[in-house]
């Protein structure tokens, strides 16, 4: 069965600026939601703590992460313009899903959603 990722258009602006702002470095954040049978609704983003943005890479310390099992995955930049998953992205995946934003950042044709193994998901915008 394939899924949907849900996010409100506004929190996908946020993302895509965010991106832009950080660029040519990587950015990372955690995403809250819900996970129901066919529908993944992402509601919020949360910044990791000490978290660290590079060329190339981006990363947090998992281990000072609260137990919270409301985060359902994680979006992250590609500044090269990439949609696709990394070999890092789909050896070390967190949570369900992945929302990679690519440069130029500019719309939803710039954001792409994989689940843990890799396959694509298609992003509806509430």
């Known amino acids: 069965m394939d899924r949907n990722v849900t996010i409100k258009r506004e929190l996908l602006e946020m993302l895509l ?3 832009k ?8 954040v955690l995403l809250r939601g819900k996970v129901t049978k066919d529908v993944i609704n992402v509601s919020e983003v949360v910044i990791p ?3 660290t943005y590079g060329s190339g890479f981006s990363s947090f310390p998992t281990q000072l992460l609260p137990m919270d099992f409301s985060i ?9 313009g990439s949609l696709r998953p990394s070999v890092g992205d789909l050896n070390h995946p967190f949570g369900k899903i992945t929302l990679i934003i690519a440069s130029p950042y500019l719309g939803k044709e ?6 843990r193994n890799g396959n694509g998901l ?3 915008l509430a």
Do not use: R
């Not at 359902?72 to 090269?80: D, K, L, T, Y």
């Open 21 to 28: 702002t950080l660029h040519p470095k990587e950015t990372i």
């Open 72 to 80: 359902i995955g994680v979006a992250h930049s590609h500044p090269s």
């Open 49 to 51: 703590p000490l978290a």
């Open 122 to 124: 298609t992003i509806q």
């Open 110 to 115: 710039n954001v792409a959603a994989y689940d």
């Open 17 to 19: 600026e965010g991106a």
